[in-house]
């Protein structure tokens, strides 16, 4: 492992000036998903851009229809933070429910959702790759996985981006340009690929205020009940007030799952807060994703146990946002 | 190829220790190579065993995941910031009194997540103790004795509290 | 706590003699501050001045052959000392039991992470640049990971003195077992397998080897000090003497550091490199190249009566030994023979093949092989009870070994406490099932109840020494000061603690008044070392015997000074005293007496010899006793199953366990605790998953061991039989608590789901296509 130089811009704009003027730089956070993959040798920066010490990345701001969360907030403040629970509860259980509480004192909202994929031929030392011709997401031409895909098909198993997508959040990215705002969703590339120049930095996250009566709810499905990456989460909130549920499950692609096609139908439904209703959207959601999903394989998983884990979790889920 | 040096400030166990270091250096490594201070272990390097766990800044962390110049003005306690040489921290004296140590390799970590734990919990259940504790892996204790040693260090230091207070 | 007294002889033994005082009480480990402080130095702690930094080029192939080894750019990296090859060591080729495995590999590598040579350079950095420098030309060979693969006709060859890939065959035949099935009012059969598993002990393998006044002094944890320092020596060409070995305190060890391979690696570099050479593995190289569970496949069948007797039992057992043998035919005989006087049974055939794969080499986990056969046996004696349609423990209290049985393999029991066990978990069973028969079950989940006995040995009489038991050695200085040196060695279960205990209570002493010291080749007497369960009952009983001598040697001091017979003097409280005359002196004062008044400054020396079994069993028929003593139990396990996804939940064990006299009640317990939540990653959890000969789960993130949120609630009840033969009736723990686990487990799986699962680990996806079927 070996970083070359090092970086603490006091200005968004200096950060900004460094990741474009390099040719190999990368922004670290909290460190904890970026420095395994450098130990791995799978990142080699020449220049690490640390954001410690841009204090308008550590806020967390209250407004009159909105908040926002700076990306530099560690997972720990995050649950720690009355509000939040109060407020964003499916947001919040979904950073307690991430690795242990040494990563969470470390681990931030936006390396949370910036995280590297994972797969198993890629989070590998550099002893067990040797011989291997690099695959896309070390920047090579295939994919072990899946020998005919034109791209990684590593999965995303961040835990708060399905929350934050449910919950329509709404991120903030400072680039040459200054201020940016972007929808979480359009974050996300079929392929896997983020939508995020080499200069830009995610400094914050929005989040509208959910209606009132709003209930929302998250579930990692892991094989501990610590440390572990999921299974499969999934984050489903439901706003009485406009009739409208978002279900956005992680762990199953290389990028978050909204399922729409079930969002969409239960909008058309009438009595929605009924034991059968919640049987049909189970069936619903898990039909479609099915159709959505982009599974590879994993170390002791197979489709059948993340599909059964799933219908669980789903099932469980809709149960706690519409029945009482 | 140069590498470049940069200059850290780390007050450990109260101690200010300054150096110029490499920025892949890890505080793990800077406290067991540069310093000395063994105490803290190396189990898997990669955050998923708690044997390297200190507590900077007020929180438990992996230090095997913290590069030195991320510390850089921090404060961190480990193993051997605990206790004096004359007496030993209440969490030190419960995990001997509760024989929850055994080969001891996970002992110092533990003991740090545990003292995080309550610094900021002073009162904690064993769902509580069990969470905080929860990135710390044993092989030998099963974890019984540490959650009950966890818990009689509470004791301890409410009593302690408590006294001097009086 | 069930204390046992079972004839008027023992009655007469136990009210003569003192309450104890130190032994069966709950002191505080000696070894508990240093390591509450962190200043303990482990293996990777470990420094001395001068020091450089080894590493290890490993093939990345399962099987291949070597074709040639390039290291001239490593040579001439700067900073690099010395590049190491199997050429450079006077005797490459080495092993405990057959001389098949290679320091350096030779010809050939056979599984994924084989050594192939070694390098020392300034640092780290250096030298894992020197090994990514050198280039090694393979040619690629078959493989074949799964034992019965192996077997095939056609399949890889891997040693070419064996053809057929099978090492070896045991073939144990009791009694008429031809007849028993013949009779049979039930036969039951099932098909197990369990797969290789990683002690996972948290500090990796690790040695600092240097060289001091012409010795090569090896700073290593270790099981087995003497064998080490054999294994060293031999392959460097050496005197044993030239070779010390400096016995480090233990990351944990369960097997993985005995018949461990770097102390010989890490030697090897120091002595070729003529440097101190500083050796630690990464934990992707102790999963690949450490020494593994041994993987079974069990068949087995069990006759019965119509009264439920255990007519016969037959059982064909394929043990996977990986690439090389170690210890594996010690392993597959205990996978063969062990589980097999837990019962009385009438009569047994075991076959059993050793098999050879491209996987790393298997031999000494917490258990030695007994896990593996415990667990086929006691699913199957669950099902006897299903097909008999009697209750699971009443079946096995019926055939239960008694105290004073001499089972069929000749082994004599001395004592017993299975009976007692099994009776606690039956008690424990009813009120249990009483209890949730009266609970709302949770959509979805359903809770079992399963039961599973066990028996293991305490240091059992083994062909790889000419001798069984434990000697230990007391020292009194002038100054009253204790030393205790013993060869057995500690990897944390307290054997400082237990063995200043029974000095202790023999001397009259604090266990704070002795020092022991373990293991150092320099300084202690040879002995085997830590494995089979055995230190408390052999090594103890030979420092109870030392202690006894230094304290009657005391006496016969005293007894001098004051002319008093030695019957009226005693040790107690840090002083020697008359109960004639109330006469007495301290401790530091009778030694100075002892020692300069009368020995001219010799410290006053006692010595313990325990060799209980003298006789190895018959080889052929493996017919005879094979240990002193037996430690016997029985688990009760609940778990709650969510029938849809197949996700175990253990919620509450209850071992009952028969260790003799507890010594330190809260370190045996400590072995339960963790044992049972080692057993818990066994059954549920662990298996090193290879594809194409490549480990998949090397590392922490994919290999999963249980958190603390894994615990289950476990309560224990011991058993205190009095054995004759370990120190005040002790009998080992060490490796019992492992060995129930698995088949309790499947028990209550199949209690709560009517499925039962025969394979491990117990996965969710496992126990879930079995559910849907």
């Given at each position: 492992?070996?970083?070359?130089?090092?970086?603490?811009?006091?200005?968004?704009?200096?950060?900004?000036?460094?990741?474009?003027?390099?040719?190999?730089?990368?922004?670290?956070?909290?460190?904890?998903?970026?420095?395994?993959?450098?130990?791995?040798?799978?990142?080699?920066?020449?220049?690490?851009?640390?954001?410690?010490?841009?204090?308008?990345?550590?806020?967390?701001?209250?407004?009159?229809?909105?908040?926002?969360?700076?990306?530099?907030?560690?997972?720990?403040?995050?649950?720690?933070?009355?509000?939040?629970?109060?407020?964003?509860?499916?947001?919040?259980?979904?950073?307690?429910?991430?690795?242990?509480?040494?990563?969470?004192?470390?681990?931030?909202?936006?390396?949370?959702?910036?995280?590297?994929?994972?797969?198993?031929?890629?989070?590998?030392?550099?002893?067990?790759?040797?011989?291997?011709?690099?695959?896309?997401?070390?920047?090579?031409?295939?994919?072990?996985?899946?020998?005919?895909?034109?791209?990684?098909?590593?999965?995303?198993?961040?835990?708060?981006?399905?929350?934050?997508?449910?919950?329509?959040?709404?991120?903030?990215?400072?680039?040459?340009?200054?201020?940016?705002?972007?929808?979480?969703?359009?974050?996300?590339?079929?392929?896997?690929?983020?939508?995020?120049?080499?200069?830009?930095?995610?400094?914050?996250?929005?989040?509208?205020?959910?209606?009132?009566?709003?209930?929302?709810?998250?579930?990692?499905?892991?094989?501990?009940?610590?440390?572990?990456?999921?299974?499969?989460?999934?984050?489903?909130?439901?706003?009485?007030?406009?009739?409208?549920?978002?279900?956005?499950?992680?762990?199953?692609?290389?990028?978050?799952?909204?399922?729409?096609?079930?969002?969409?139908?239960?909008?058309?439904?009438?009595?929605?807060?009924?034991?059968?209703?919640?049987?049909?959207?189970?069936?619903?959601?898990?039909?479609?994703?099915?159709?959505?999903?982009?599974?590879?394989?994993?170390?002791?998983?197979?489709?059948?146990?993340?599909?059964?884990?799933?219908?669980?979790?789903?099932?469980?889920?809709?149960?706690?946002?519409?029945?009482? | 190829?140069?590498?470049?040096?940069?200059?850290?400030?780390?007050?450990?166990?109260?101690?200010?220790?300054?150096?110029?270091?490499?920025?892949?250096?890890?505080?793990?490594?800077?406290?067991?190579?540069?310093?000395?201070?063994?105490?803290?272990?190396?189990?898997?390097?990669?955050?998923?065993?708690?044997?390297?766990?200190?507590?900077?800044?007020?929180?438990?962390?992996?230090?095997?995941?913290?590069?030195?110049?991320?510390?850089?003005?921090?404060?961190?306690?480990?193993?051997?910031?605990?206790?004096?040489?004359?007496?030993?921290?209440?969490?030190?004296?419960?995990?001997?009194?509760?024989?929850?140590?055994?080969?001891?390799?996970?002992?110092?970590?533990?003991?740090?997540?545990?003292?995080?734990?309550?610094?900021?919990?002073?009162?904690?259940?064993?769902?509580?103790?069990?969470?905080?504790?929860?990135?710390?892996?044993?092989?030998?204790?099963?974890?019984?004795?540490?959650?009950?040693?966890?818990?009689?260090?509470?004791?301890?230091?409410?009593?302690?509290?408590?006294?001097?207070?009086? | 706590?069930?204390?046992?007294?079972?004839?008027?002889?023992?009655?007469?033994?136990?009210?003569?003699?003192?309450?104890?005082?130190?032994?069966?009480?709950?002191?505080?480990?000696?070894?508990?501050?240093?390591?509450?402080?962190?200043?303990?130095?482990?293996?990777?702690?470990?420094?001395?001045?001068?020091?450089?930094?080894?590493?290890?080029?490993?093939?990345?192939?399962?099987?291949?052959?070597?074709?040639?080894?390039?290291?001239?750019?490593?040579?001439?990296?700067?900073?690099?000392?010395?590049?190491?090859?199997?050429?450079?060591?006077?005797?490459?080729?080495?092993?405990?039991?057959?001389?098949?495995?290679?320091?350096?590999?030779?010809?050939?590598?056979?599984?994924?992470?084989?050594?192939?040579?070694?390098?020392?350079?300034?640092?780290?950095?250096?030298?894992?640049?020197?090994?990514?420098?050198?280039?090694?030309?393979?040619?690629?060979l078959k493989h074949v990971t799964h034992p019965l693969d192996a077997i095939k006709s056609g399949a890889p060859v891997i040693h070419e003195d064996c053809p057929d890939n099978i090492a070896l065959h045991y073939d144990i035949k009791r009694g008429d077992y031809k007849k028993a099935f013949r009779d049979a009012h039930v036969i039951v059969s099932g098909h197990y397998r369990v797969p290789m598993s990683h002690q996972l002990h948290l500090e990796?393998?690790?040695?600092?080897?240097?060289?001091?006044?012409?010795?090569?002094?090896?700073?290593?944890?270790?099981?087995?000090?003497?064998?080490?320092?054999?294994?060293?020596?031999?392959?460097?060409?050496?005197?044993?003497?030239?070779?010390?070995?400096?016995?480090?305190?233990?990351?944990?060890?369960?097997?993985?550091?005995?018949?461990?391979?770097?102390?010989?690696?890490?030697?090897?570099?120091?002595?070729?490199?003529?440097?101190?050479?500083?050796?630690?593995?990464?934990?992707?190289?102790?999963?690949?190249?450490?020494?593994?569970?041994?993987?079974?496949?069990?068949?087995?069948?069990?006759?019965?009566?119509?009264?439920?007797?255990?007519?016969?039992?037959?059982?064909?057992?394929?043990?996977?030994?990986?690439?090389?043998?170690?210890?594996?035919?010690?392993?597959?005989?205990?996978?063969?023979?062990?589980?097999?006087?837990?019962?009385?049974?009438?009569?047994?055939?075991?076959?059993?093949?050793?098999?050879?794969?491209?996987?790393?080499?298997?031999?000494?986990?917490?258990?030695?092989?007994?896990?593996?056969?415990?667990?086929?046996?006691?699913?199957?004696?669950?099902?006897?009870?299903?097909?008999?349609?009697?209750?699971?423990?009443?079946?096995?209290?019926?055939?239960?070994?008694?105290?004073?049985?001499?089972?069929?393999?000749?082994?004599?029991?001395?004592?017993?406490?299975?009976?007692?066990?099994?009776?606690?978990?039956?008690?424990?069973?009813?009120?249990?099932?009483?209890?949730?028969?009266?609970?709302?079950?949770?959509?979805?989940?359903?809770?079992?109840?399963?039961?599973?006995?066990?028996?293991?040995?305490?240091?059992?009489?083994?062909?790889?020494?000419?001798?069984?038991?434990?000697?230990?050695?007391?020292?009194?200085?002038?100054?009253?000061?204790?030393?205790?040196?013993?060869?057995?060695?500690?990897?944390?279960?307290?054997?400082?603690?237990?063995?200043?205990?029974?000095?202790?209570?023999?001397?009259?002493?604090?266990?704070?008044?002795?020092?022991?010291?373990?293991?150092?080749?320099?300084?202690?007497?040879?002995?085997?070392?830590?494995?089979?369960?055995?230190?408390?009952?052999?090594?103890?009983?030979?420092?109870?015997?030392?202690?006894?001598?230094?304290?009657?040697?005391?006496?016969?001091?005293?007894?001098?000074?004051?002319?008093?017979?030695?019957?009226?003097?005693?040790?107690?409280?840090?002083?020697?005293?008359?109960?004639?005359?109330?006469?007495?002196?301290?401790?530091?004062?009778?030694?100075?007496?002892?020692?300069?008044?009368?020995?001219?400054?010799?410290?006053?020396?006692?010595?313990?010899?325990?060799?209980?079994?003298?006789?190895?069993?018959?080889?052929?028929?493996?017919?005879?006793?094979?240990?002193?003593?037996?430690?016997?139990?029985?688990?009760?396990?609940?778990?709650?199953?969510?029938?849809?996804?197949?996700?175990?939940?253990?919620?509450?064990?209850?071992?009952?366990?028969?260790?003799?006299?507890?010594?330190?009640?809260?370190?045996?317990?400590?072995?339960?605790?963790?044992?049972?939540?080692?057993?818990?990653?066994?059954?549920?959890?662990?298996?090193?998953?290879?594809?194409?000969?490549?480990?998949?789960?090397?590392?922490?993130?994919?290999?999963?061991?249980?958190?603390?949120?894994?615990?289950?609630?476990?309560?224990?009840?011991?058993?205190?039989?009095?054995?004759?033969?370990?120190?005040?009736?002790?009998?080992?723990?060490?490796?019992?608590?492992?060995?129930?686990?698995?088949?309790?487990?499947?028990?209550?799986?199949?209690?709560?789901?009517?499925?039962?699962?025969?394979?491990?680990?117990?996965?969710?996806?496992?126990?879930?296509?079995?559910?849907?079927?």
């Amino acid at each position: 492992m070996s970083i070359i130089k090092w970086a603490e811009p006091t200005d968004l704009n200096e950060a900004v000036a460094i990741l474009n003027n390099s040719v190999n730089a990368i922004i670290y956070a909290g460190g904890t998903d970026i420095l395994p993959l450098m130990n791995y040798g799978l990142k080699s920066p020449e220049i690490c851009v640390s954001l410690r010490k841009c204090k308008s990345l550590t806020e967390i701001e209250f407004g009159e229809n909105e908040i926002r969360i700076g990306s530099m907030v560690n997972l720990a403040s995050l649950t720690e933070n009355k509000f939040l629970k109060k407020t964003f509860p499916a947001l919040v259980n979904a950073a307690i429910r991430v690795a242990s509480p040494q990563i969470r004192n470390m681990a931030t909202l936006g390396g949370n959702i910036l995280q590297e994929r994972r797969c198993k031929y890629f989070n590998r030392s550099k002893r067990w790759r040797e011989g291997m011709d690099p695959c896309f997401l070390i920047n090579g031409d295939r994919c072990y996985q899946i020998p005919k895909s034109d791209h990684c098909c590593a999965l995303y198993y961040s835990n708060l981006t399905a929350p934050l997508m449910a919950y329509r959040a709404v991120l903030e990215i400072w680039g040459k340009e200054g201020l940016q705002k972007m929808e979480i969703e359009k974050l996300f590339n079929y392929g896997g690929t983020r939508n995020l120049k080499k200069e830009e930095i995610l400094t914050g996250i929005f989040l509208p205020l959910p209606y009132p009566k709003t209930r929302a709810v998250f579930i990692k499905e892991s094989i501990r009940a610590s440390l572990d990456f999921p299974v499969v989460n999934l984050a489903a909130v439901y706003s009485s007030n406009i009739k409208k549920i978002g279900i956005v499950v992680g762990a199953m692609a290389p990028y978050p799952l909204r399922l729409s096609d079930t969002e969409e139908s239960f909008s058309r439904l009438i009595n929605v807060n009924t034991v059968d209703v919640v049987k049909t959207l189970s069936e619903m959601a898990y039909e479609e994703l099915k159709k959505k999903r982009l599974l590879i394989s994993e170390v002791e998983l197979n489709t059948n146990q993340k599909m059964q884990r799933f219908k669980g979790a789903l099932k469980s889920a809709l149960e706690q946002v519409l029945l009482n | 190829m140069i590498e470049e040096k940069y200059f850290v400030s780390i007050t450990i166990n109260g101690i200010e220790y300054q150096e110029n270091v490499s920025p892949d250096l890890t505080l793990l490594k800077f406290l067991r190579e540069h310093l000395g201070l063994t105490g803290t272990k190396e189990g898997c390097g990669n955050g998923h065993c708690g044997a390297c766990t200190v507590i900077m800044d007020g929180k438990a962390v992996n230090s095997c995941l913290v590069l030195a110049v991320q510390a850089n003005g921090s404060h961190v306690r480990t193993i051997e910031g605990l206790g004096t040489p004359d007496e030993l921290h209440p969490l030190q004296k419960a995990f001997i009194e509760e024989g929850a140590v055994q080969c001891g390799f996970c002992t110092p970590g533990m003991i740090m997540s545990a003292k995080a734990l309550l610094n900021e919990k002073s009162n904690s259940e064993e769902e509580e103790i069990r969470e905080a504790l929860s990135g710390n892996l044993c092989r030998c204790t099963g974890y019984v004795k540490i959650v009950q040693a966890v818990k009689r260090a509470a004791d301890y230091l409410k009593k302690k509290k408590k006294d001097s207070s009086l | 706590m069930i204390k046992i007294i079972n004839n008027e002889k023992e009655i007469k033994k136990r009210n003569g003699r003192k309450p104890l005082r130190v032994v069966g009480k709950s002191v505080k480990r000696i070894d508990g501050e240093d390591k509450v402080r962190g200043k303990t130095k482990y293996g990777i702690d470990y420094i001395v001045p001068n020091m450089y930094m080894g590493k290890i080029l490993r093939s990345p192939h399962a099987h291949a052959r070597i074709i040639s080894i390039d290291t001239s750019r490593a040579e001439t990296l700067p900073g690099v000392i010395a590049v190491i090859k199997a050429s450079d060591i006077p005797q490459n080729k080495y092993g405990v039991i057959k001389k098949d495995e290679h320091v350096f590999a030779q010809g050939k590598v056979r599984y994924q992470g084989e050594e192939v040579c070694g390098v020392v350079a300034t640092d780290e950095e250096t030298a894992i640049k020197a090994i990514e420098g050198i280039e090694v030309k393979y040619e690629i060979l078959k493989h074949v990971t799964h034992p019965l693969d192996a077997i095939k006709s056609g399949a890889p060859v891997i040693h070419e003195d064996c053809p057929d890939n099978i090492a070896l065959h045991y073939d144990i035949k009791r009694g008429d077992y031809k007849k028993a099935f013949r009779d049979a009012h039930v036969i039951v059969s099932g098909h197990y397998r369990v797969p290789m598993s990683h002690q996972l002990h948290l500090e990796p393998l690790a040695a600092v080897v240097e060289t001091v006044n012409h010795k090569l002094v090896v700073h290593a944890a270790a099981q087995e000090a003497y064998a080490t320092r054999r294994e060293i020596a031999y392959c460097l060409g050496l005197e044993e003497d030239d070779v010390i070995i400096h016995v480090l305190y233990a990351g944990g060890a369960f097997g993985a550091r005995c018949d461990q391979k770097l102390p010989i690696i890490a030697a090897a570099l120091a002595w070729k490199a003529g440097v101190p050479v500083k050796l630690v593995n990464t934990r992707e190289e102790d999963m690949m190249s450490g020494r593994p569970l041994m993987p079974v496949v069990v068949d087995i069948e069990l006759a019965l009566d119509k009264e439920g007797y255990f007519l016969g039992k037959r059982t064909k057992i394929i043990g996977e030994n990986g690439a090389y043998t170690s210890l594996g035919p010690a392993v597959l005989s205990v996978a063969a023979i062990r589980a097999d006087s837990l019962y009385r049974y009438h009569s047994i055939y075991t076959e059993a093949s050793l098999v050879y794969t491209n996987k790393p080499v298997t031999a000494a986990y917490r258990g030695f092989g007994n896990q593996q056969i415990h667990f086929p046996v006691e699913c199957l004696i669950d099902e006897a009870a299903e097909a008999l349609g009697v209750n699971t423990v009443d079946l096995r209290l019926k055939n239960a070994t008694r105290k004073g049985d001499v089972t069929t393999h000749g082994w004599k029991i001395k004592s017993c406490g299975l009976t007692e066990c099994l009776l606690k978990i039956k008690e424990k069973y009813q009120e249990l099932k009483q209890q949730r028969m009266q609970e709302e079950t949770k959509p979805g989940r359903k809770r079992g109840i399963g039961v599973a006995a066990f028996m293991h040995v305490s240091g059992n009489r083994t062909t790889m020494a000419e001798f069984g038991g434990s000697s230990a050695i007391v020292k009194i200085l002038h100054n009253g000061k204790v030393q205790i040196f013993s060869g057995e060695t500690c990897v944390g279960q307290g054997v400082h603690t237990v063995f200043a205990q029974i000095a202790a209570e023999e001397l009259g002493l604090q266990v704070e008044d002795i020092e022991v010291i373990l293991g150092n080749t320099n300084e202690t007497s040879y002995a085997l070392g830590t494995f089979a369960s055995r230190v408390t009952t052999l090594g103890g009983k030979a420092v109870y015997l030392a202690a006894k001598e230094a304290a009657g040697k005391l006496k016969k001091v005293a007894s001098e000074l004051w002319g008093e017979p030695i019957k009226e003097i005693d040790l107690m409280d840090g002083h020697i005293f008359s109960k004639f005359s109330g006469q007495k002196l301290k401790f530091g004062e009778i030694a100075r007496i002892a020692v300069l008044v009368k020995q001219s400054g010799l410290p006053l020396m006692a010595i313990g010899v325990y060799e209980p079994i003298k006789e190895m069993p018959d080889s052929k028929t493996q017919y005879g006793n094979i240990s002193p003593a037996y430690p016997f139990g029985a688990y009760l396990i609940e778990v709650e199953v969510d029938v849809r996804t197949g996700v175990v939940e253990v919620k509450n064990v209850i071992a009952a366990h028969d260790s003799g006299k507890a010594i330190n009640p809260q370190m045996l317990k400590g072995q339960i605790w963790g044992g049972v939540v080692m057993g818990i990653g066994f059954t549920l959890f662990e298996e090193m998953i290879y594809i194409d000969g490549e480990l998949q789960n090397s590392n922490l993130t994919d290999y999963k061991i249980p958190t603390t949120m894994e615990m289950p609630l476990i309560n224990i009840h011991l058993v205190e039989t009095e054995d004759p033969e370990g120190p005040y009736g002790a009998k080992g723990v060490g490796e019992t608590p492992v060995i129930p686990v698995a088949p309790a487990i499947s028990n209550a799986i199949f209690d709560a789901t009517g499925v039962r699962v025969k394979r491990l680990p117990i996965t969710p996806e496992r126990l879930r296509k079995l559910l849907s079927e």
